[in-house]
């Protein structure tokens, strides 16, 4: 199948490891002309090299915090001034932390809101008229949380479900401009952030890393944990040209994992 995304220009967030790597990774392997963002200078170097390495793809990489609105303002025009425009937002932040209700202060909420969805926001308001040029796609990366909340995650389940509201809303305003927006949300995927969460869960039931993980994959039809490739396969096709008829729907990557109609 021909993606359409040779030359194109496309800008992917928090990129310099885990999803967001993998998805700029497989855009590159597709042809299209990548930009990087994240907050780690040196694992976002590293990012650019392995991706340069594995496909021969030009890459710009930009350091950016989410939490500063004019660090994403400048993310945006960098991959701008790099190729013309901008044709591809995969929109993508890391998770916020973990906890119970019960745990979380107003500052805990604010700072889930900016991470998890004003983000998201930002990244669309600034890449918002090159879009309408060129007739973009624009891919959210959020978690099945969007489809059935996860035990202990409780910002997570309120602010993703946000960004599918915001997506939900955005594919009939933006329709008109030919802009196709979707979300890609993974389940148990082989990255940091899962075992980073297995690893609190553990120690707050008082069991191994390896019971959590053994449970956890008893609960996906599949039987495994899944790949960030696999992942980033979706992403890229929800963000390519190929795709000129779906917008405003939720993929998830989950294995079978949630059981949600």
């Known amino acids: 199948m021909e993606l359409g995304l040779t030359g194109k220009s496309v800008f992917v967030a928090a990129a310099s490891k885990g999803l967001g790597k993998a998805s700029a990774l497989e855009f590159a392997r597709e042809g299209a002309k990548v930009t990087i963002a994240s907050r780690n200078l040196d694992q976002l170097s590293q990012a650019r090299d392995e991706i340069w390495a594995a496909t021969g793809q030009e890459v710009t990489m930009v350091q950016m915090d989410v939490f500063h609105p004019e660090d994403i303002q400048r993310a945006i025009q960098t991959a701008v001034s790099a190729y013309g425009g901008i044709d591809v937002l995969v929109a993508n932040a890391g998770g916020p932390p973990s906890g119970q209700f019960t745990d979380m202060a107003d500052a805990d909420w604010v700072r ?32 099945t949380s969007i489809k059935q909340p996860i035990q202990g995650l409780i910002l997570s389940n309120v602010f993703r479900a946000g960004v599918q509201a915001l997506t939900k809303s955005l594919a009939a305003e933006l329709a ?24 609190v869960r553990a120690a707050s039931l008082g069991v191994t890393l390896e019971d959590i993980q053994q449970a956890a994959t008893a609960q996906i039809p599949l039987g495994r944990t899944g790949t960030p490739e696999e992942f980033a396969r979706m992403v890229v096709f929800y963000g390519s040209f190929a795709n000129t008829y779906v917008t405003g729907q939720s993929l998830l990557v989950d294995g079978g994992m949630v059981r949600a109609i």
């Open 112 to 143: 889930g809101f900016e991470l998890s969805l004003l983000s998201t926001i930002r990244f669309i308001r600034e890449a918002l008229p090159y879009l309408r040029t060129s007739g973009g796609r624009i891919v959210n990366l959020t978690s």
């Open 176 to 199: 008109p401009d030919g802009i196709l927006i979707n979300t890609v949300a993974p389940g148990r995927i082989g990255t940091e952030r899962i075992t980073e969460l297995d690893t």
